[in-house]
């Protein structure tokens, strides 16, 4: 009996260390590949992770791409979402909630991230009166909130927080915007960004020129590119079909590739909004892998 059982621990332990040894390989070769190959934000094929998430990991693994950061658990728990990202050799490398969820369960925000392997946590929309537009109260509690999430996160669990930007931060405030105020206010130690790169220049900024003024600041890139002839504005919101292809838009995104070399960004991930996705994302992925090797 006592053979026995010592025959199933070993079995058992064999087996989480292969698991962990599988993804432990996955996770560094999305690291050391980052640069030429970007990663897939979920949220382009939200759709099709609605009625088939194993299906659609399947879709964005012949694609060539084995990092995800997921927007959404589409309906699975963490650990069986890991164990299909674990059976195809991919990883999660970033965890996208709400704004409440990060404020109000941090703990399971945390957990869960952890569970998929992630190292950031990234919130991308600041809730706010959008009649009103965002203000410098919303910018100040938003600050706090950072702060204070950002600290837990990095101390109990060791997760990176990063806001993403959505545009209507770029409203002027004083001699800046909203954003250089929340960029300002937020501590470097516990608060990091991704830049969405369509929604900064929706909003009014240069891509580029907010990544060499706060090289330091970024550690995440979504890469998607805007409609040409479409006006931006402050409201955070556009026609999903306003995303096209890169390299088809308005949008510089070899000179945003460019500024990013020289900063702190690890992770690209495409991200197109757009019902055309079929279409545009090997598009996308070429255009972007060309724009990574120069």
């Known amino acids: 009996m006592k053979v026995k059982s010592a025959l199933l621990v070993c079995v058992f332990l064999t087996s989480v260390?292969?698991?962990?040894g599988v993804y432990a390989q996955a996770s560094k070769l999305a690291a050391a590949d980052s640069v030429l190959n970007p990663g897939?934000?979920?949220y382009t094929f939200r759709n099709e992770f609605q009625k088939d998430v194993p299906g659609t990991l399947d879709k964005i693994k012949a694609l060539g791409i084995i990092n995800v950061e997921f927007s959404s658990l589409f309906g699975q728990s963490a650990s069986a979402l890991r164990k299909m990202l674990d059976d195809r050799k991919m990883v999660c490398t970033s965890f996208g909630v709400t704004y409440p969820e990060l404020v109000n369960n941090t703990a399971e925000v945390a957990a869960n991230a952890k569970t998929l392997g992630a190292a950031y946590v990234r919130v991308a929309w600041v809730?706010?009166?959008?009649?009103?537009?965002?203000t410098i109260d919303d910018a100040r509690k938003t600050v706090a909130d950072f702060n204070k999430a950002g600290k837990l996160l990095k101390d109990e669990y060791g997760l990176t927080f990063c806001y993403h930007n959505h545009g209507y931060e770029?409203?002027?405030y004083e001699q800046g915007t909203f954003y250089d105020y929340i960029v300002s206010?937020?501590?470097p130690e516990y608060v990091s960004?991704?830049?969405?790169?369509l929604w900064a220049f929706f909003g009014g900024a240069d891509p580029a020129?907010?990544?060499?003024?706060?090289?330091?600041?970024?550690?995440l890139m979504h890469v998607k590119d805007l409609k040409k002839g479409v006006k931006g504005d402050l409201s955070g919101k556009t026609a999903t079909d306003n995303d096209v292809a890169l390299g088809t838009g308005q949008v510089n995104i070899a000179a945003i590739i460019k500024a990013a070399k020289?900063?702190?960004?690890?992770?690209y991930y495409i991200e197109d909004e757009s019902n055309n996705t079929e279409q545009q994302v090997p598009i996308s992925l070429a255009f972007l892998k060309r724009a990574l090797k120069n």
């Open 209 to 219: 020129e907010l990544i060499r003024k706060y090289p330091d600041r970024y550690r």
């Open 127 to 134: 809730p706010h009166n959008d009649k009103q537009g965002f």
């Open 170 to 172: 770029f409203a002027k």
């Open 40 to 42: 897939m934000v979920s």
């Open 17 to 20: 260390f292969t698991d962990f």
């Open 262 to 267: 020289a900063s702190s960004i690890k992770y």
């Open 193 to 197: 960004f991704e830049l969405d790169v």
């Open 185 to 187: 206010q937020t501590k």
